[in-house]
């Protein structure tokens, strides 16, 4: 059974920075994706990465803001958010096993979700 379980969320000043882990138990040569929901919105896109790692997409929104990265020897996938703004209040969501290995935007290619962490940028 393939289960993420996500953690670092908080509270943070805007501005500020944040780092998310995401760790996958089970079979993990997955891609493995960071989507966000803020209240009241869909849920978005925000990073991506390969199980190699040697492949990774970001929402226009966050490019040159967040980072994504793996250690496949922890299972585990960071997401290191820095110059956050109140727009990245968000309940942020891990997400693997879009077939072929390949990250994808779709929230419904992605078969294995977290629980969710809160981040909460305050003004």
């Known amino acids: 059974q393939v289960q993420p379980v996500e953690s670092g969320g908080g509270v943070v000043q805007a501005g500020g920075s944040l780092r998310l882990s995401c760790v996958v138990s089970?079979?993990?040569?997955?891609?493995t994706s960071w989507f966000r929901q803020a209240p009241g919105k869909e849920r978005e896109f925000v990073a991506g990465?390969?199980?190699?790692?040697?492949?990774?997409r970001y929402a226009d929104s966050v490019k040159g803001r967040f980072t994504i990265s793996r250690d496949n020897a922890k299972n585990t996938v960071y997401l290191q958010m820095s110059r956050l703004t109140l727009e990245d209040t968000a309940v942020y969501y891990c997400?693997?096993?879009?077939?072929?290995?390949?990250?994808?935007?779709?929230?419904?290619?992605?078969?294995?979700w977290g629980q969710g962490t809160q981040v909460t940028v305050s003004s």
């Open positions: 089970g079979r993990t040569s997955y891609a």
């Open positions: 997400a693997a096993g879009a077939p072929g290995g390949r990250v994808t935007s779709y929230d419904h290619d992605y078969r294995y």
């Open positions: 990465i390969t199980w190699a790692g040697g492949s990774t």
